[in-house]
């Protein structure tokens, strides 16, 4: 009898192997029919389906609302700082110039020669000038020039020295510079009347 259950189980044995084979050349487990289950679909209602729309663009109109302001905040900083160092290229392009300066002081101690400082001097503003002219500034050329209110400044009217001079520029007080072809100064004149 013993043998006889051993016989009778070996049989069902075989038979759950071949039912496992079969399944699996189909394709289906039965764990993957026991996890197959469908859930119920759920319709909502229209109200349901606008409220969660509303949510969803609250919710993308409050984050294009938080980047705009961190991106203001970002440029607004960003502009400070490009404030407090603009002139710094020119400063630095300035400071062999003002080198210059001092070493001529020193020189002026115990130097006699009035002619040679003269020269230092004027060598020290040329300098200056080429840098400043590097950088996009530009003197404006006024005498004998006609009137221009976009770039002169009168000051007073004297009667002209010759016809050809009235309403021209007959003398130059200050000098009126541009910068990338931009007045920054006007040129303070006397014109002719």
């Known amino acids: 009898m013993f043998n006889k259950k051993k016989k009778e189980e070996e049989p069902v044995i075989e038979n759950n192997q071949a ?3 079969l399944e699996n050349a189909q394709g289906e487990t039965p764990t993957d029919a026991e996890h197959t289950i469908t859930e119920p679909v759920v319709e909502l209602s229209v109200e349901e389906k606008l409220q969660l729309e509303n949510s969803a663009l609250n919710d993308k109109y409050l984050r294009l609302f938080a980047e705009f302001d961190n991106y203001k905040r970002r440029t607004q900083k960003e502009r400070v700082e490009l404030l407090q160092t603009a002139g710094k ?3 630095v392009a300035m400071l062999p110039v003002l080198d210059d300066f001092e070493r ?4 002026t101690e115990n130097a006699t020669e009035v002619a040679a400082i003269r020269e230092g001097v004027m060598l020290v503003q040329t300098k200056l000038k080429s840098i400043l002219s590097q950088k996009g500034l530009k ?3 006024s005498i004998n020039t006609v ?3 976009d770039i002169h400044e009168a000051i007073t009217k004297i009667p002209a020295p010759s016809d050809d001079l009235k309403g021209k520029v007959v003398d130059e007080l200050e000098k009126g510079y541009t910068l990338n072809d931009k007045v ?3 040129a303070k004149v006397v014109v002719g009347a």
Do not use: N
């Open 147 to 149: 009137f221009d209110t």
């Open 104 to 107: 001529a002081l020193k020189a």
């Open 89 to 91: 290229d020119v400063v």
């Open 184 to 186: 920054i100064r006007f």
């Open 139 to 141: 003197e404006m050329e």
């Open 19 to 21: 039912e496992q084979e």
